[in-house]
Structures are given as C-alpha cells and as structure tokens.
C-alpha cells in the first residue's frame, strides 16, 4: 500500500510561486511514476507533469512548460512540483498520484492541496 501526503498549497498572486511536495510512504517509491495532476471547478482532472523515479525522465502538460518543473528527492522519497509565473488559471486542487510504469491508470492518489492564483 502506497501512501501519497501532499502539502504546500496555498493563496498567491498572479506571477508568484509555489512549490508544492509529495510524500511517498509505503512501497518501493522507485518502482513508480508520480504524475500531478489539477482539477479546476466544474471542469476534469488533468496530468500537469510527471516523472518516472528510476529514469528521472519528465513529462509536463503545454500549458505549464517552462514555469513549472517536477523534481524529486530520493533521500525524502518525496516528488516536489515547482511553479512559477503562477497564473489565475492555474487556480484548481492539486493531487499527487503514483503508478506502475507498465500501468494505465493511477492506482495511489494523495488527498490533494489547494492553490489558488489570484489576479
């Protein structure tokens, strides 16, 4: 059983940053890929960026290449997500979320972390 502990969210304006962390407990954190994911009101949850922990190989959705950058620390099993330039539309709740390499959906889900950008 993996366990997945989101922290860092908060309220900044426009053009702030934020760094927001995941902490891995349970498992073999090398044997997955954490992914962030956001969810907005009223509209669906989508893959902001990921990294696979063996590789360090990364993935980040257009609209936040360049300002936001994913990383991890293997000694703190934790995955952070680095943002900056914030805009208002990056406003949702942030969920950090693990799977099997070999996996098609994200089995782990943290219990997700608000940031809200205000203009």
């Known amino acids: 059983q993996v366990l997945l502990v989101e922290s860092g969210g908060g309220l900044v304006q426009a053009g702030g940053s934020l760094r927001l962390s995941c902490a891995v407990h349970?498992?073999?954190?090398?044997?997955?890929?954490i992914g962030w994911f956001r969810q907005a009101p009223g509209k669906e949850r989508d893959l902001v960026a990921r990294?696979?922990?063996?590789?360090?190989?990364?993935l980040y959705a257009d609209s936040v290449k360049g300002r936001f950058t994913i990383s991890k620390d293997n000694a703190k099993n934790t995955v952070y997500l680095q943002m900056n330039s914030l805009k208002p539309e990056d406003t949702a709740v942030y969920y950090c979320?693990?799977?099997?390499?070999?996996?098609?959906?994200?089995?782990?889900w943290g219990q997700g972390t608000q940031v809200t950008v205000s203009s």
């Open positions: 990294i696979t922990w063996s590789t360090s190989s990364t």
């Open positions: 979320a693990a799977k099997s390499p070999l996996g098609a959906t994200y089995d782990y």
């Open positions: 349970g498992g073999t954190s090398a044997s997955y890929v």
